[in-house]
């Protein structure tokens, strides 16, 4: 299949119609088109209406100069390479005409061979450029496509390393969970009686959160919660201390039956007047013990003073062994 043939178009501006006629002649080929203008007039709309590769314009008009045709039409269509063609030696129209950097300034007697060959070598000269130009923006946008492919794979690949690294993170952390849950556990296998129990959920809790205070509950043959134990570093608080604090809490864990904590200070009111000077800074963490769901049959309640909060931390820990202690205080019963 042939391949198509890219025609050029020029545009001849000449107030002589011999001498146009002569240059369609001259011009005229198979890949180049030639359109005539007698005076700037038409050419300017010409070039508005068709864009013209080239532009061949005699240096005076009927209406204007060829350099005023120049211009217009660089103001219309945009820059378009041009050949002036003067009769007139005038230094004044050549320095003018010269300003405009035409292709080739020719004067009259017109050698049309050499505009010919002028002619030809500019239109392959802005087909070669043209195809630099397409060539180097397929480059270009096949750059921009390699570029956004490597940020593609280099932000998948941060994604995918990320999405591992906290999968790994993750793990890591299940896996110490239970390795915590499994200490505990191995704890509470000499635990005898409830004291045992909550000593060693005490003392567990003490080595991996830090000095505080508690007091265990478990459910009597009413099913109340009764204090069962006070626990604290360097000493417990007293029963009747504990008695007041615990007693509002109770209501609160039946409630709310899982693990919490809760600002003393912002529910002051919660508490017996008695003690609510006392309870100012303090934090509690509660920590129901429930061995199967819908049962709770005790409840440990831990507290820090001095506006020393529980952490996160501090409650998935408290999460996390108090299944274990539940069963335990079940196992004793």
């Given at each position: 299949?042939?391949?198509?043939?890219?025609?050029?178009?020029?545009?001849?501006?000449?107030?002589?119609?011999?001498?146009?006629?002569?240059?369609?002649?001259?011009?005229?080929?198979?890949?180049?088109?030639?359109?005539?203008?007698?005076?700037?007039?038409?050419?300017?709309?010409?070039?508005?209406?068709?864009?013209?590769?080239?532009?061949?314009?005699?240096?005076?008009?009927?209406?204007?100069?060829?350099?005023?045709?120049?211009?217009?039409?660089?103001?219309?269509?945009?820059?378009?390479?041009?050949?002036?063609?003067?009769?007139?030696?005038?230094?004044?129209?050549?320095?003018?005409?010269?300003?405009?950097?035409?292709?080739?300034?020719?004067?009259?007697?017109?050698?049309?061979?050499?505009?010919?060959?002028?002619?030809?070598?500019?239109?392959?000269?802005?087909?070669?450029?043209?195809?630099?130009?397409?060539?180097?923006?397929?480059?270009?946008?096949?750059?921009?496509?390699?570029?956004i492919a490597r940020k593609d794979a280099h932000r998948q690949l941060d994604t995918t390393c990320s999405d591992l690294t906290e999968a790994y993170r993750t793990l890591s952390g299940q896996l110490a969970f239970?390795?915590?849950?499994?200490?505990?556990?191995?704890?509470?296998?000499?635990?005898?009686?409830?004291?045992?129990?909550?000593?060693?959920?005490?003392?567990?809790?003490?080595?991996?959160?830090?000095?505080?205070?508690?007091?265990?509950?478990?459910?009597?043959?009413?099913?109340?919660?009764?204090?069962?134990?006070?626990?604290?570093?360097?000493?417990?608080?007293?029963?009747?201390?504990?008695?007041?604090?615990?007693?509002?809490?109770?209501?609160?864990?039946?409630?709310?039956?899982?693990?919490?904590?809760?600002?003393?200070?912002?529910?002051?009111?919660?508490?017996?007047?008695?003690?609510?000077?006392?309870?100012?800074?303090?934090?509690?963490?509660?920590?129901?013990?429930?061995?199967?769901?819908?049962?709770?049959?005790?409840?440990?309640?831990?507290?820090?003073?001095?506006?020393?909060?529980?952490?996160?931390?501090?409650?998935?820990?408290?999460?996390?062994?108090?299944?274990?202690?539940?069963?335990?205080?079940?196992?004793?019963?």
């Amino acid at each position: 299949m042939p391949m198509s043939v890219q025609v050029a178009r020029v545009l001849v501006v000449d107030d002589e119609p011999q001498l146009r006629e002569l240059l369609v002649d001259v011009l005229a080929a198979d890949d180049v088109q030639v359109e005539t203008a007698a005076n700037g007039h038409q050419a300017i709309d010409l070039a508005r209406r068709c864009r013209p590769d080239l532009l061949v314009t005699d240096m005076l008009l009927g209406d204007c100069t060829g350099l005023d045709v120049i211009d217009q039409i660089h103001s219309a269509v945009g820059d378009i390479p041009a050949v002036v063609i003067t009769g007139h030696s005038d230094p004044r129209y050549l320095t003018e005409a010269s300003r405009r950097r035409p292709v080739e300034l020719m004067t009259k007697p017109l050698d049309v061979e050499r505009l010919r060959a002028t002619i030809r070598q500019e239109l392959h000269r802005r087909r070669e450029a043209e195809k630099t130009q397409r060539r180097t923006r397929r480059l270009r946008a096949l750059a921009r496509k390699t570029n956004i492919a490597r940020k593609d794979a280099h932000r998948q690949l941060d994604t995918t390393c990320s999405d591992l690294t906290e999968a790994y993170r993750t793990l890591s952390g299940q896996l110490a969970f239970q390795q915590v849950l499994l200490d505990y556990q191995r704890q509470l296998l000499g635990a005898k009686t409830d004291d045992d129990t909550f000593g060693t959920l005490f003392r567990f809790f003490v080595q991996r959160s830090g000095p505080l205070f508690g007091v265990a509950m478990v459910c009597d043959q009413n099913a109340e919660l009764r204090i069962a134990g006070r626990f604290g570093v360097p000493n417990p608080d007293g029963e009747a201390f504990c008695e007041a604090l615990t007693s509002p809490l109770v209501d609160i864990a039946l409630a709310n039956p899982q693990v919490s904590t809760l600002d003393a200070t912002d529910e002051a009111d919660l508490f017996d007047p008695t003690i609510r000077k006392y309870v100012v800074g303090l934090n509690v963490l509660l920590v129901p013990l429930i061995p199967a769901p819908g049962e709770m049959i005790g409840l440990v309640v831990l507290y820090r003073k001095g506006e020393q909060p529980f952490t996160d931390g501090d409650a998935a820990l408290a999460e996390l062994i108090s299944g274990p202690t539940a069963t335990a205080v079940r196992r004793n019963d």
